[in-house]
């Protein structure tokens, strides 16, 4: 995970309420008009949401 289009990061760690993906996957807070995914996909679950945010919250450690 490295950069949006733009070059924006995909997430700031420690920080979901600056994160692109987190920005991404709430459209209805961050972006109406930029919904993740396209409507002609599955969307995520609010639980898978809620992971993605703890993530980035705790730290987006990865095993890397």
């Known amino acids: 995970l490295a950069a949006g289009a733009d070059g924006e990061p995909i997430y700031v760690t420690s920080k979901p309420e600056e994160s692109l993906l987190v920005k991404s996957i709430f459209p ?37």
Do not use: H, R
């Open 28 to 64: 209805d807070i961050f972006d109406p008009d930029n919904p993740m995914p396209p409507e002609d996909e599955t969307p995520l679950t609010e639980e898978e949401k809620k992971k993605i945010v703890a993530w980035i919250a705790q730290g987006a450690k990865t095993d890397n």
